[in-house]
DNA sequence: GAGTGGTCTAGACCACGAA
DNA sequence: TCGTGGTCTAGACCACTCT
């Protein structure tokens, strides 16, 4: 079709292979990210090392200093390398320990959670675990919510939930959406979560637990607490969930 | 000191307030960046809607349109807007199920592990289970190491690994470094490891376990497989470790 | 003072989506 | 055809570090 119209523009263009034509082709500042992640990958950058200079790049990989800035930019972003304001950019540590973690407790039963039962909501004075947690004075009243997931017509997570308590706060069972009841009392509220922190540990089934869960006291129980927090770190919402069976387990994912 | 230079700048600069006088100043694009984090915070951006354009924040803010996207840029990549090329940017989810887990087995045990021993090192044939892991046909070897960490003089560790074996490997015990052999196994063979997953989990200590750690049978386990894959997603390494006591949790945090 | 990265300007062309 | 975001250019000034 427009074949005429790249002659005119690698034409119109200085030196470089911007000229786009009927096949994609990717951007200038992409070529130079995997040029520097394949250099990282195979060792021949290693960690410390500092990159060269943008100027230096602009003119090796005959791009624009934007480009080049971009190209870092990404790479930087990503983890790769770092950079000292007036000195230049180096190779990161490859050690990393930094992984993305999906956590989402309606759909870590496979792919979807059965329903969602409310086994409790109450008033109560918390104690001074959740007093804790929430930052509360103990004069105070926090909402206790207990929630159980079910996943092929068994209990496969049981739910803890405080949320500190307001004067007109929903508590009634019959007033409220069972499955979304925490997330709608900070609507509501105008809570807005800007952090959320999860703490994962191991636990044993015990008593009321293994009743819960229909299991003998013994087994083991994965532990995730998940606390919210508002732009001002202070927290809204400290959740405990158990978690039972062989859909247990979560996954991260490091990205290099 | 430079009074006189403030107002020059002043004079030079058109309308916006680029001078950078004696105390520091955000840049420009930061200030477009937190307006629209606070606007998304207390809802007056709402998940889905769409951010006015580019060209029209350039005349809002009285910003250049590189400030605007590099602003815009910053946004989508943690996740608070995101683009569709040719219609516009909108606001994301704020379901935000994305975490970031930090996690270095040297290092969960508080500030520093004491001591890395190595109780083990075979060449093996691997079982069913191995072979899945790092996708071996059975009849190849690997490399099994036995390793556990100490803090406060007790073992909070125990970590298995196994390594695909090949030709001059060092097996040997006295031939490497006690606590960076999969490490050093993997530069020497040029393995780079470009992603690791992990997976979570909740066990009972039972038998050669509680010895290990030496406890009763039953108490909790926290086990947590790490897997390494090279450029082309095939598994190099496979770790298994469990996570006695109380300084067993993993945290996980998440942005917004 | 020279070199570096960080920020910014005022233009430009492209691919894409929608009317 | 028009508006959008995506990419790019060729300059510029700043703060910072090092020598």
């Not at 909501?121 to 105070?140: A, D, M, T």
Request: glycine share 6%; charged share 30%; aromatic share 10%.
């Amino acid at each position: 079709m427009n074949f005429a119209l790249v002659d005119e523009q690698t034409m119109k263009i200085p030196i470089n292979s911007r000229q786009k034509s009927t096949f994609k082709i990717l951007p200038d500042y992409q070529k130079l990210v995997d040029t520097i992640k394949a250099k990282i990958a195979i060792g021949e950058l290693k960690p410390g090392d500092s990159i060269r200079s943008e100027n230096f790049l602009s003119a090796e990989f005959d791009l624009n200093r934007l480009s080049v800035k971009k190209a870092l930019a990404l790479l930087e972003n990503e983890g790769y390398i770092f950079s000292i304001s007036g000195k230049g950019k180096y190779v990161g540590q490859n050690n990393s320990n930094h992984y993305e973690l999906f956590f989402d407790e309606l759909l870590i039963l496979g792919e979807k959670y059965e329903e969602v039962k409310i086994i409790e909501v109450n008033v109560i004075r918390p104690n001074h675990e959740v007093c804790e947690h929430l930052k509360l004075q103990n004069n105070k009243f926090v909402v206790r919510i207990k929630r159980v997931y079910l996943n092929e017509n068994r209990i496969k997570i049981f739910e803890i939930t405080y949320v500190p308590y307001y004067r007109g706060m929903p508590v009634v069972e019959r007033e409220i959406n069972y499955s979304e009841f925490p997330e709608k009392v900070m609507a509501k509220k105008k809570m807005n979560t800007i952090s959320k922190k999860l703490s994962i540990k191991a636990g044993v089934a015990k008593g009321a637990l293994s009743k819960i869960f229909e299991i003998e006291d013994g087994e083991a129980v994965l532990i995730v607490e998940q606390k919210k927090f508002d732009e001002n770190n202070n927290p809204l919402i400290w959740t405990r969930l158990f978690f039972y069976g062989e859909v247990n387990g979560l996954s991260a994912v490091a990205s290099f």
